[in-house]
Protein backbone atom coordinates (compact mmCIF):
# COMPACT_ATOMS: atom_id res chain seq x y z
CA UNK A 1 0.00 0.00 0.00
CA UNK A 2 1.58 3.36 -0.60
CA UNK A 3 -0.34 6.77 0.67
CA UNK A 4 0.39 10.53 0.37
CA UNK A 5 0.71 13.27 2.65
CA UNK A 6 1.26 16.95 2.64
CA UNK A 7 3.42 16.54 5.14
CA UNK A 8 5.27 13.79 6.17
CA UNK A 9 7.14 14.03 9.37
CA UNK A 10 9.38 11.22 11.35
CA UNK A 11 8.79 11.50 15.07
CA UNK A 12 6.71 12.11 17.35
CA UNK A 13 8.21 13.89 19.97
CA UNK A 14 8.28 17.82 21.14
CA UNK A 15 9.89 18.93 17.35
CA UNK A 16 7.32 16.58 15.44
CA UNK A 17 4.04 18.16 17.42
CA UNK A 18 4.75 21.60 17.38
CA UNK A 19 5.60 21.22 13.37
CA UNK A 20 1.93 19.20 13.58
CA UNK A 21 0.01 21.70 15.17
CA UNK A 22 1.66 24.59 13.31
CA UNK A 23 1.38 23.60 10.23
CA UNK A 24 -2.30 22.70 10.53
CA UNK A 25 -2.74 26.49 12.00
CA UNK A 26 -1.47 27.72 8.79
CA UNK A 27 -2.52 25.75 6.52
CA UNK A 28 -6.43 25.80 8.16
CA UNK A 29 -6.51 21.99 9.22
CA UNK A 30 -6.35 21.34 5.17
CA UNK A 31 -2.30 20.39 5.09
CA UNK A 32 -2.47 16.29 5.07
CA UNK A 33 -0.20 15.54 7.62
CA UNK A 34 1.28 12.15 8.86
CA UNK A 35 3.32 11.67 12.04
CA UNK A 36 5.32 8.05 12.13
CA UNK A 37 7.03 6.86 15.30
CA UNK A 38 7.91 4.64 17.59
CA UNK A 39 7.72 3.81 21.54
CA UNK A 40 5.49 6.40 23.36
CA UNK A 41 3.83 9.10 22.02
CA UNK A 42 5.57 12.45 23.10
CA UNK A 43 9.02 11.50 22.49
CA UNK A 44 11.32 11.52 25.07
CA UNK A 45 10.41 15.05 27.16
CA UNK A 46 7.64 13.52 28.55
CA UNK A 47 8.23 10.10 28.68
CA UNK A 48 12.15 9.33 30.00
CA UNK A 49 13.42 13.25 29.81
CA UNK A 50 12.17 16.82 31.45
CA UNK A 51 9.50 15.63 33.04
CA UNK A 52 10.23 12.25 35.19
CA UNK A 53 13.42 13.63 35.78
CA UNK A 54 12.23 17.39 37.42
CA UNK A 55 9.44 15.55 39.52
CA UNK A 56 12.40 13.42 41.29
CA UNK A 57 14.41 16.45 41.53
CA UNK A 58 11.15 18.14 42.88
CA UNK A 59 10.77 14.94 45.56
CA UNK A 60 14.27 14.93 46.49
CA UNK A 61 14.30 19.42 46.79
CA UNK A 62 11.10 18.37 49.79
CA UNK A 63 13.73 15.78 51.06
CA UNK A 64 16.12 18.19 51.14
CA UNK A 65 14.44 21.23 53.10
CA UNK A 66 13.41 18.22 55.70
CA UNK A 67 17.19 16.95 56.10
CA UNK A 68 18.67 20.04 55.80
CA UNK A 69 16.17 22.87 57.64
CA UNK A 70 17.44 26.47 57.02
CA UNK A 71 16.31 27.83 59.72
CA UNK A 72 16.80 26.70 63.70
CA UNK A 73 14.38 26.11 65.53
CA UNK A 74 12.75 23.58 62.88
CA UNK A 75 13.44 19.14 62.93
CA UNK A 76 11.94 17.08 60.41
CA UNK A 77 11.73 13.22 60.80
CA UNK A 78 10.99 11.49 57.64
CA UNK A 79 11.33 8.22 55.90
CA UNK A 80 11.45 7.42 52.15
CA UNK A 81 10.28 4.91 49.89
CA UNK A 82 11.70 5.38 46.13
CA UNK A 83 9.26 2.96 44.93
CA UNK A 84 6.17 4.99 46.00
CA UNK A 85 8.07 8.13 44.37
CA UNK A 86 8.98 6.08 41.01
CA UNK A 87 5.49 4.65 41.04
CA UNK A 88 3.67 8.55 41.26
CA UNK A 89 5.98 9.28 38.65
CA UNK A 90 5.04 7.06 36.02
CA UNK A 91 1.42 7.97 37.46
CA UNK A 92 1.95 11.36 36.56
CA UNK A 93 3.70 11.13 32.93
CA UNK A 94 0.78 9.28 31.74
CA UNK A 95 -1.31 11.64 32.50
CA UNK A 96 0.58 14.32 31.18
CA UNK A 97 0.98 12.22 27.96
CA UNK A 98 -2.38 11.31 27.75
CA UNK A 99 -3.60 15.05 28.05
CA UNK A 100 -1.01 17.01 26.26
CA UNK A 101 -0.34 14.26 23.25
CA UNK A 102 -3.00 11.93 22.74
CA UNK A 103 -6.15 13.88 23.75
CA UNK A 104 -4.27 16.83 21.12
CA UNK A 105 -3.93 14.60 18.41
CA UNK A 106 -6.67 13.11 18.26
CA UNK A 107 -8.46 16.46 18.41
CA UNK A 108 -6.62 17.38 14.48
CA UNK A 109 -8.70 15.32 12.31
CA UNK A 110 -5.73 16.10 9.28
CA UNK A 111 -3.36 14.08 11.28
CA UNK A 112 -2.59 10.70 10.84
CA UNK A 113 -0.74 8.38 13.07
CA UNK A 114 1.63 5.39 12.16
CA UNK A 115 3.25 3.54 15.16
CA UNK A 116 6.32 2.03 13.49
CA UNK A 117 10.00 2.82 12.67
CA UNK A 118 10.18 4.49 9.72
CA UNK A 119 13.33 4.25 6.40
CA UNK A 120 13.42 5.89 3.51
CA UNK A 121 13.02 3.94 0.73
CA UNK A 122 13.80 7.17 -2.27
CA UNK A 123 13.13 10.85 -1.91
CA UNK A 124 10.68 11.79 0.40
CA UNK A 125 9.08 8.24 0.39
CA UNK A 126 9.69 5.96 3.57
CA UNK A 127 8.27 2.45 4.54
CA UNK A 128 7.21 1.34 7.60
CA UNK A 129 6.78 -1.88 9.42
CA UNK A 130 3.91 -3.34 7.82
CA UNK A 131 5.14 -2.36 4.52
CA UNK A 132 3.55 0.62 3.57
CA UNK A 133 5.03 3.36 1.65
CA UNK A 134 4.47 6.85 2.88
CA UNK A 135 5.29 10.07 0.66
CA UNK A 136 5.40 12.93 1.83
CA UNK A 137 5.29 16.38 -0.61
CA UNK A 138 7.49 17.83 2.23
CA UNK A 139 8.88 16.26 5.11
CA UNK A 140 10.21 16.98 8.60
CA UNK A 141 12.72 14.94 10.33
CA UNK A 142 12.25 15.01 13.97
CA UNK A 143 14.03 11.70 15.33
CA UNK A 144 15.46 12.75 18.00
CA UNK A 145 18.13 11.32 19.71
CA UNK A 146 19.25 8.57 22.30
CA UNK A 147 21.35 7.79 25.13
CA UNK A 148 25.06 7.09 23.76
CA UNK A 149 26.64 3.89 25.00
CA UNK A 150 30.57 4.01 25.28
CA UNK A 151 32.32 0.68 24.72
CA UNK A 152 33.36 -0.04 28.19
CA UNK A 153 35.05 -4.08 27.99
CA UNK A 154 32.05 -5.76 30.05
CA UNK A 155 29.64 -3.35 30.71
CA UNK A 156 26.99 -4.90 28.64
CA UNK A 157 27.71 -8.46 29.90
CA UNK A 158 27.40 -7.01 33.79
CA UNK A 159 24.18 -4.85 32.48
CA UNK A 160 23.56 -0.99 32.73
CA UNK A 161 20.46 1.37 32.77
CA UNK A 162 20.34 4.86 30.88
CA UNK A 163 17.92 7.46 31.57
CA UNK A 164 15.49 5.56 29.61
CA UNK A 165 15.60 2.74 31.86
CA UNK A 166 15.65 4.80 35.12
CA UNK A 167 11.60 5.51 35.08
CA UNK A 168 11.08 1.84 34.91
CA UNK A 169 13.10 1.04 37.98
CA UNK A 170 11.20 -0.67 41.24
CA UNK A 171 13.02 1.03 43.28
CA UNK A 172 16.74 3.72 43.07
CA UNK A 173 19.45 1.56 44.10
CA UNK A 174 21.00 1.68 46.81
CA UNK A 175 24.59 2.23 45.49
CA UNK A 176 24.37 3.59 42.02
CA UNK A 177 27.48 4.32 39.84
CA UNK A 178 27.10 6.84 37.51
CA UNK A 179 29.58 7.36 34.21
CA UNK A 180 29.18 10.68 33.09
CA UNK A 181 28.47 14.22 35.12
CA UNK A 182 26.45 15.99 32.17
CA UNK A 183 23.20 17.13 33.39
CA UNK A 184 21.63 14.40 32.85
CA UNK A 185 24.04 12.22 35.25
CA UNK A 186 24.00 14.86 37.60
CA UNK A 187 20.50 15.51 37.79
CA UNK A 188 19.55 12.60 38.22
CA UNK A 189 22.71 11.62 40.45
CA UNK A 190 21.55 14.51 42.79
CA UNK A 191 17.83 13.88 43.22
CA UNK A 192 19.07 9.99 43.96
CA UNK A 193 21.32 10.80 46.11
CA UNK A 194 18.92 12.99 48.50
CA UNK A 195 16.19 10.11 48.10
CA UNK A 196 18.77 7.86 49.47
CA UNK A 197 21.02 5.81 47.04
CA UNK A 198 24.57 6.19 48.00
CA UNK A 199 25.74 7.92 44.58
CA UNK A 200 29.30 7.89 42.52
CA UNK A 201 29.78 10.02 39.59
CA UNK A 202 32.99 8.64 37.52
CA UNK A 203 33.92 11.97 34.80
CA UNK A 204 36.85 11.59 32.39
CA UNK A 205 37.04 15.48 32.31
CA UNK A 206 38.80 17.56 35.39
CA UNK A 207 35.34 19.40 36.66
CA UNK A 208 31.42 18.31 36.52
CA UNK A 209 29.09 19.30 34.00
CA UNK A 210 31.88 19.91 31.52
CA UNK A 211 31.66 23.27 29.72
CA UNK A 212 30.33 25.44 31.82
CA UNK A 213 32.23 27.80 33.67
CA UNK A 214 34.54 25.89 36.10
CA UNK A 215 33.94 28.35 39.27
CA UNK A 216 30.13 27.46 38.52
CA UNK A 217 30.29 23.84 38.39
CA UNK A 218 32.87 23.73 41.37
CA UNK A 219 29.53 25.05 43.24
CA UNK A 220 27.31 22.30 41.98
CA UNK A 221 29.43 19.99 42.84
CA UNK A 222 30.38 21.05 46.36
CA UNK A 223 26.71 21.14 46.86
CA UNK A 224 26.60 17.51 45.73
CA UNK A 225 29.09 16.77 47.59
CA UNK A 226 26.71 17.71 50.80
CA UNK A 227 24.34 15.48 49.45
CA UNK A 228 26.77 12.58 49.79
CA UNK A 229 27.97 12.28 46.19
CA UNK A 230 31.65 10.67 45.87
CA UNK A 231 33.13 12.07 42.56
CA UNK A 232 35.86 10.55 40.76
CA UNK A 233 37.35 13.28 38.11
CA UNK A 234 39.93 12.99 35.70
CA UNK A 235 39.28 9.44 36.07
CA UNK A 236 38.42 6.93 33.12
CA UNK A 237 36.52 4.23 33.06
CA UNK A 238 38.18 0.79 31.86
CA UNK A 239 36.01 -1.86 32.36
CA UNK A 240 32.82 -3.50 34.60
CA UNK A 241 32.35 -6.95 35.92
CA UNK A 242 30.06 -8.51 38.00
CA UNK A 243 31.04 -10.18 41.24
CA UNK A 244 29.66 -11.79 44.46
CA UNK A 245 26.12 -9.56 42.95
CA UNK A 246 27.70 -6.43 42.65
CA UNK A 247 28.96 -4.46 39.54
CA UNK A 248 32.21 -3.68 39.57
CA UNK A 249 33.04 -0.34 37.76
CA UNK A 250 37.07 -0.19 37.25
CA UNK A 251 38.98 2.97 36.05
CA UNK A 252 42.01 5.10 35.92
CA UNK A 253 42.47 8.28 37.85
CA UNK A 254 46.50 10.14 36.88
CA UNK A 255 47.62 6.37 36.23
CA UNK A 256 46.36 4.37 39.24
CA UNK A 257 44.04 2.11 39.01
CA UNK A 258 41.18 2.00 40.88
CA UNK A 259 37.15 0.61 41.60
CA UNK A 260 34.08 1.11 43.29
CA UNK A 261 30.93 -1.08 43.85
CA UNK A 262 27.53 -0.99 42.51
CA UNK A 263 23.72 -2.10 42.80
CA UNK A 264 23.52 -0.43 39.04
CA UNK A 265 25.29 1.74 36.55
CA UNK A 266 23.97 4.08 35.38
CA UNK A 267 25.33 5.40 31.67
CA UNK A 268 25.27 9.14 31.28
CA UNK A 269 27.56 10.42 28.63
CA UNK A 270 25.62 12.37 26.16
CA UNK A 271 23.30 11.53 23.51
CA UNK A 272 23.32 10.57 19.54
CA UNK A 273 21.22 11.59 17.04
CA UNK A 274 19.05 8.97 15.56
CA UNK A 275 19.87 8.92 12.20
CA UNK A 276 19.86 5.66 11.11
CA UNK A 277 16.48 6.17 8.29
CA UNK A 278 18.84 5.51 5.08
CA UNK A 279 18.88 9.39 4.18
CA UNK A 280 21.51 8.49 2.01
CA UNK A 281 18.04 7.72 -0.14
CA UNK A 282 16.59 11.02 0.22
CA UNK A 283 19.84 12.97 -0.30
CA UNK A 284 20.15 14.09 3.26
CA UNK A 285 23.80 14.77 4.08
CA UNK A 286 24.22 13.81 7.99
CA UNK A 287 27.10 12.51 10.48
CA UNK A 288 27.41 11.39 13.78
CA UNK A 289 26.73 14.35 15.25
CA UNK A 290 23.24 14.55 13.34
CA UNK A 291 21.72 16.10 10.12
CA UNK A 292 22.91 18.89 8.94
CA UNK A 293 20.75 22.14 7.77
CA UNK A 294 21.00 25.55 7.24
CA UNK A 295 19.71 28.95 9.10
CA UNK A 296 16.72 27.73 8.08
CA UNK A 297 17.01 24.12 9.24
CA UNK A 298 16.36 22.80 5.60
CA UNK A 299 18.23 19.99 5.02
CA UNK A 300 20.31 19.01 2.02
CA UNK A 301 17.07 17.84 -0.01
CA UNK A 302 15.39 21.00 -0.21
CA UNK A 303 11.94 19.81 0.47
CA UNK A 304 13.12 18.47 3.73
CA UNK A 305 13.57 20.20 7.14
CA UNK A 306 14.68 18.58 10.16
CA UNK A 307 14.36 20.14 13.95
CA UNK A 308 15.22 19.20 17.32
CA UNK A 309 17.86 16.62 18.96
CA UNK A 310 18.40 15.14 15.39
CA UNK A 311 20.00 18.46 13.96
CA UNK A 312 23.73 18.70 14.18
CA UNK A 313 24.11 21.54 16.62
CA UNK A 314 25.04 22.61 20.08
CA UNK A 315 22.29 22.43 22.14
CA UNK A 316 19.72 19.25 22.90
CA UNK A 317 17.13 20.84 24.89
CA UNK A 318 13.08 20.10 24.76
CA UNK A 319 12.05 24.02 24.01
CA UNK A 320 14.65 24.47 21.31
CA UNK A 321 13.33 21.46 20.01
CA UNK A 322 9.52 22.66 19.92
CA UNK A 323 11.06 25.96 18.77
CA UNK A 324 12.45 24.37 15.41
CA UNK A 325 9.35 22.03 15.13
CA UNK A 326 7.45 25.52 14.59
CA UNK A 327 9.73 26.95 12.48
CA UNK A 328 10.47 24.52 10.09
CA UNK A 329 6.11 24.51 9.74
CA UNK A 330 6.21 28.46 9.22
CA UNK A 331 9.34 28.10 6.45
CA UNK A 332 7.55 25.08 4.59
CA UNK A 333 3.97 26.55 4.61
CA UNK A 334 4.41 30.41 5.38
CA UNK A 335 7.93 30.45 3.07
CA UNK A 336 8.73 32.63 6.43
CA UNK A 337 12.35 32.12 6.33
CA UNK A 338 12.91 32.35 9.74
CA UNK A 339 16.69 31.82 11.00
CA UNK A 340 17.05 30.84 14.54
CA UNK A 341 19.88 32.07 16.60
CA UNK A 342 21.55 29.58 19.00
CA UNK A 343 23.80 32.55 20.40
CA UNK A 344 20.74 33.93 22.36
CA UNK A 345 18.99 30.32 22.94
CA UNK A 346 18.66 30.10 26.96
CA UNK A 347 19.40 26.42 28.58
CA UNK A 348 19.55 25.62 32.56
CA UNK A 349 20.75 22.86 34.24
CA UNK A 350 18.25 21.63 37.20
CA UNK A 351 21.08 20.46 39.74
CA UNK A 352 20.50 22.06 43.31
CA UNK A 353 21.98 24.75 43.17
CA UNK A 354 20.90 25.47 39.22
CA UNK A 355 22.94 26.42 36.41
CA UNK A 356 21.78 28.59 33.71
CA UNK A 357 22.74 30.43 30.83
CA UNK A 358 22.04 32.83 28.29
CA UNK A 359 24.10 34.60 24.90
CA UNK A 360 27.83 34.91 25.91
CA UNK A 361 30.04 32.90 28.57
CA UNK A 362 32.91 34.94 29.61
CA UNK A 363 35.51 32.13 27.31
CA UNK A 364 33.46 32.56 24.49
CA UNK A 365 33.73 36.44 24.53
CA UNK A 366 37.73 35.82 24.44
CA UNK A 367 37.52 33.57 21.83
CA UNK A 368 35.27 35.28 19.87
CA UNK A 369 37.61 38.35 20.30
CA UNK A 370 34.78 40.73 21.96
CA UNK A 371 35.64 43.53 23.76
CA UNK A 372 33.87 43.12 27.03
CA UNK A 373 33.66 44.15 30.61
CA UNK A 374 32.14 41.37 33.56
CA UNK A 375 31.43 41.53 36.43
CA UNK A 376 30.48 38.30 38.84
CA UNK A 377 28.09 38.86 42.31
CA UNK A 378 27.24 36.33 44.68
CA UNK A 379 23.88 35.51 45.62
CA UNK A 380 24.77 36.29 49.06
CA UNK A 381 24.30 39.96 47.80
CA UNK A 382 20.71 39.64 47.09
CA UNK A 383 18.39 40.08 50.00
CA UNK A 384 15.53 37.56 48.96
CA UNK A 385 18.74 35.02 48.54
CA UNK A 386 19.63 36.00 52.43
CA UNK A 387 16.05 35.46 52.90
CA UNK A 388 15.34 32.20 51.80
CA UNK A 389 19.07 31.05 53.11
CA UNK A 390 20.62 30.58 49.87
CA UNK A 391 24.01 32.77 49.44
CA UNK A 392 26.06 30.23 47.48
CA UNK A 393 25.67 31.43 44.08
CA UNK A 394 27.35 33.38 41.51
CA UNK A 395 25.70 35.88 38.71
CA UNK A 396 27.75 36.60 36.39
CA UNK A 397 27.24 39.27 33.48
CA UNK A 398 28.98 39.99 30.20
CA UNK A 399 29.01 43.39 29.03
CA UNK A 400 29.98 45.08 25.65
CA UNK A 401 33.02 47.48 26.27
CA UNK A 402 31.60 51.17 25.14
CA UNK A 403 27.56 50.57 24.39
CA UNK A 404 27.32 49.02 27.64
CA UNK A 405 25.27 46.07 26.00
CA UNK A 406 24.63 42.67 27.59
CA UNK A 407 26.16 39.81 25.33
CA UNK A 408 25.92 37.00 28.19
CA UNK A 409 24.58 36.17 31.53
CA UNK A 410 25.20 32.41 33.94
CA UNK A 411 24.55 32.20 37.18
CA UNK A 412 24.45 29.14 39.33
CA UNK A 413 21.54 30.23 41.98
CA UNK A 414 18.92 27.32 43.75
CA UNK A 415 16.05 29.19 41.00
CA UNK A 416 18.49 30.17 38.36
CA UNK A 417 16.33 27.97 35.65
CA UNK A 418 13.34 30.54 36.21
CA UNK A 419 15.59 33.65 36.59
CA UNK A 420 17.14 32.88 33.00
CA UNK A 421 14.08 34.00 31.47
CA UNK A 422 14.23 37.31 32.37
CA UNK A 423 17.79 37.35 31.48
CA UNK A 424 16.79 35.80 27.69
CA UNK A 425 14.54 38.70 27.53
CA UNK A 426 17.45 41.21 28.23
CA UNK A 427 19.63 39.08 25.50
CA UNK A 428 16.92 39.17 23.00
CA UNK A 429 15.68 42.59 23.65
CA UNK A 430 19.49 43.88 23.31
CA UNK A 431 19.13 45.70 26.80
CA UNK A 432 22.16 47.63 28.44
CA UNK A 433 22.96 47.80 31.95
CA UNK A 434 21.28 51.25 32.11
CA UNK A 435 17.93 49.44 31.11
CA UNK A 436 18.34 46.64 33.45
CA UNK A 437 19.02 49.26 36.03
CA UNK A 438 16.07 51.60 35.18
CA UNK A 439 13.84 48.42 35.29
CA UNK A 440 11.45 48.57 38.44
CA UNK A 441 12.30 44.92 40.29
CA UNK A 442 10.02 43.74 42.99
CA UNK A 443 11.39 43.41 46.53
CA UNK A 444 12.47 41.15 47.85
CA UNK A 445 12.71 38.30 44.69
CA UNK A 446 15.95 36.42 43.79
CA UNK A 447 15.54 38.27 40.35
CA UNK A 448 16.82 41.46 41.92
CA UNK A 449 20.25 39.43 41.49
CA UNK A 450 20.06 40.17 38.04
CA UNK A 451 19.32 44.03 38.46
CA UNK A 452 22.27 44.03 41.32
CA UNK A 453 24.68 42.23 38.51
CA UNK A 454 23.88 44.68 36.53
CA UNK A 455 24.29 48.19 39.24
CA UNK A 456 28.23 46.17 39.52
CA UNK A 457 29.35 47.62 36.60
CA UNK A 458 28.55 51.23 37.85
CA UNK A 459 29.10 50.78 41.69
CA UNK A 460 30.70 49.21 44.34
CA UNK A 461 27.59 47.39 45.24
CA UNK A 462 28.94 46.47 48.94
CA UNK A 463 28.35 50.20 49.60
CA UNK A 464 24.58 49.87 48.68
CA UNK A 465 21.76 49.77 51.24
CA UNK A 466 19.02 47.24 51.04
CA UNK A 467 16.86 47.89 48.09
CA UNK A 468 18.79 51.35 46.55
CA UNK A 469 17.41 51.96 42.76
CA UNK B 1 3.99 28.93 -21.85
CA UNK B 2 4.24 26.68 -18.98
CA UNK B 3 0.94 25.10 -16.81
CA UNK B 4 1.96 24.99 -13.14
CA UNK B 5 -0.23 22.78 -10.94
CA UNK B 6 -0.49 24.12 -7.60
CA UNK B 7 -2.08 22.61 -4.10
CA UNK B 8 -4.20 25.49 -2.47
CA UNK B 9 -4.74 25.53 1.26
CA UNK B 10 -7.39 27.13 3.08
CA UNK B 11 -9.97 27.34 0.74
CA UNK B 12 -13.65 26.93 2.38
CA UNK B 13 -16.27 28.72 -0.02
CA UNK B 14 -16.62 29.97 -3.33
CA UNK B 15 -15.79 33.52 -2.45
CA UNK B 16 -12.37 31.80 -1.38
CA UNK B 17 -12.05 30.28 -4.94
CA UNK B 18 -12.08 33.84 -6.75
CA UNK B 19 -10.01 35.69 -4.26
CA UNK B 20 -7.37 33.05 -4.97
CA UNK B 21 -8.39 33.08 -8.94
CA UNK B 22 -7.99 36.93 -8.79
CA UNK B 23 -5.00 37.32 -6.69
CA UNK B 24 -3.05 34.82 -9.08
CA UNK B 25 -4.28 36.33 -12.76
CA UNK B 26 -3.16 40.11 -10.90
CA UNK B 27 0.69 38.54 -10.87
CA UNK B 28 2.36 39.65 -13.77
CA UNK B 29 3.01 36.63 -16.36
CA UNK B 30 0.28 34.75 -15.28
CA UNK B 31 -1.75 34.30 -18.41
CA UNK B 32 -4.91 32.59 -16.66
CA UNK B 33 -6.01 30.71 -12.86
CA UNK B 34 -8.47 27.97 -12.49
CA UNK B 35 -9.12 27.06 -8.98
CA UNK B 36 -11.05 24.05 -7.76
CA UNK B 37 -12.47 24.04 -4.13
CA UNK B 38 -12.97 20.52 -3.86
CA UNK B 39 -9.99 19.95 -5.20
CA UNK B 40 -7.76 22.33 -3.03
CA UNK B 41 -5.99 22.86 -6.52
CA UNK B 42 -4.84 25.93 -9.48
CA UNK B 43 -4.11 25.36 -12.59
CA UNK B 44 -1.89 28.05 -14.24
CA UNK B 45 -0.61 29.15 -17.18
CA UNK B 46 2.54 31.42 -17.05
CA UNK B 47 4.47 33.05 -19.18
CA UNK B 48 7.62 31.28 -18.08
CA UNK B 49 10.15 34.65 -19.27
CA UNK B 50 8.16 36.96 -17.05
CA UNK B 51 7.85 34.83 -13.75
CA UNK B 52 8.87 31.53 -12.08
CA UNK B 53 6.82 28.71 -11.25
CA UNK B 54 8.16 28.90 -7.47
CA UNK B 55 7.76 32.65 -6.90
CA UNK B 56 3.92 31.93 -7.39
CA UNK B 57 4.49 30.63 -3.58
CA UNK B 58 5.02 34.22 -2.85
CA UNK B 59 2.33 35.35 -4.44
CA UNK B 60 0.66 38.42 -2.66
CA UNK B 61 -2.61 35.96 -2.06
CA UNK B 62 -0.63 33.37 -0.01
CA UNK B 63 1.15 36.26 1.71
CA UNK B 64 -1.59 38.77 3.31
CA UNK B 65 -4.56 36.25 3.72
CA UNK B 66 -5.24 32.68 5.10
CA UNK B 67 -4.46 30.66 1.87
CA UNK B 68 -0.89 29.16 1.21
CA UNK B 69 -0.07 27.88 -2.15
CA UNK B 70 2.72 25.26 -3.01
CA UNK B 71 3.72 24.65 -6.45
CA UNK B 72 3.13 20.23 -7.44
CA UNK B 73 3.79 19.74 -10.54
CA UNK B 74 4.78 22.17 -14.01
CA UNK B 75 4.51 20.97 -17.24
C1 LIG C 1 16.80 12.68 31.35
C2 LIG C 1 16.57 13.86 30.45
C3 LIG C 1 16.22 15.08 30.98
C4 LIG C 1 15.99 16.17 30.16
N1 LIG C 1 15.64 17.35 30.73
C5 LIG C 1 15.42 18.44 29.96
C6 LIG C 1 15.02 19.67 30.53
O1 LIG C 1 14.84 19.77 31.74
N2 LIG C 1 14.81 20.72 29.70
C7 LIG C 1 14.98 20.63 28.35
O2 LIG C 1 14.79 21.62 27.64
N3 LIG C 1 15.37 19.47 27.78
C8 LIG C 1 15.59 18.37 28.54
N4 LIG C 1 15.94 17.19 27.97
C9 LIG C 1 16.11 17.13 26.50
C10 LIG C 1 14.77 16.96 25.79
O3 LIG C 1 14.08 15.87 26.34
C11 LIG C 1 15.00 16.75 24.30
O4 LIG C 1 15.78 17.82 23.82
C12 LIG C 1 13.70 16.73 23.50
O5 LIG C 1 12.82 15.78 24.04
C13 LIG C 1 13.99 16.43 22.04
O6 LIG C 1 12.79 16.37 21.33
P1 LIG C 1 12.76 15.80 19.84
O7 LIG C 1 11.37 16.00 19.35
O8 LIG C 1 13.88 16.32 19.06
O9 LIG C 1 13.05 14.23 20.01
P2 LIG C 1 12.28 13.11 20.82
O10 LIG C 1 11.35 13.65 21.82
O11 LIG C 1 13.31 12.16 21.28
O12 LIG C 1 11.36 12.43 19.72
C14 LIG C 1 11.89 11.65 18.68
C15 LIG C 1 10.85 10.71 18.19
O13 LIG C 1 11.31 10.08 16.99
C16 LIG C 1 11.04 8.69 17.06
N5 LIG C 1 11.97 7.99 16.16
C17 LIG C 1 13.33 7.86 16.25
N6 LIG C 1 13.80 7.15 15.21
C18 LIG C 1 12.73 6.82 14.44
C19 LIG C 1 12.55 6.10 13.23
N7 LIG C 1 13.57 5.55 12.57
N8 LIG C 1 11.31 5.97 12.74
C20 LIG C 1 10.25 6.50 13.38
N9 LIG C 1 10.36 7.21 14.51
C21 LIG C 1 11.57 7.35 15.04
C22 LIG C 1 11.20 8.39 18.53
O14 LIG C 1 10.62 7.19 18.88
C23 LIG C 1 10.51 9.61 19.15
O15 LIG C 1 9.13 9.47 19.19
C24 LIG C 1 16.15 16.05 28.76
C25 LIG C 1 16.51 14.83 28.20
C26 LIG C 1 16.71 13.74 29.02
C27 LIG C 1 17.07 12.42 28.40
Known amino acids: MSKEYDLLIIGYGAAAFSAAIKASEITSGQASIAM ?47 SKILEFIRQAVGEERHNKYETVVSGYENID ?53 FWSLEKIPGELVIIGSGPIGSEIGQAAARIGSRVKIIEIADQILPGIPRDMAQKVMESMVRDGIEFHLSSAVKSVSVENGKKIVRFETGGLQREVEADEILVATGRSPNVDLDLEK ?27 DVVKQRFKLETLAAKQGVIAAENIFNRAGIMIDLSSFPLAI ?52 GTKRILGIQMVAENA ?51 ME | MKKVVMKVYGMTCDD ?51 YRGEVRKVE
Do not use: W
Not at chain 1, 131 to 139: P, W
Open chain 1, 36 to 82: VGTGPLGGTCVNVGCVPSKMLISAARNIMYMARPRYPGIEAEYRTDS
Open chain 1, 113 to 165: LYRSRAVFTGDRKISIEDGTEIFGYNVIIGTGSRPSIPPIQGLKDAGYITSNE
Open chain 1, 282 to 308: TGVQYDRYGIVVDGNLRTSNRKIYAAG
Open chain 1, 350 to 401: FTDPEYASVGYTEDEARSAGLRYDVRAISTGDVAKERILRNADGIIRMIVEQ
Open chain 1, 417 to 467: ADMINEASVIIHSGMTVDDVIDTPHVFPTVNEGLKLAAQSFLRDISMMSCC
Open chain 2, 16 to 66: CVVTVKKGLESVPGVISADVSLPEKKAEILIDENKVSPESLEDAQVFKVTR
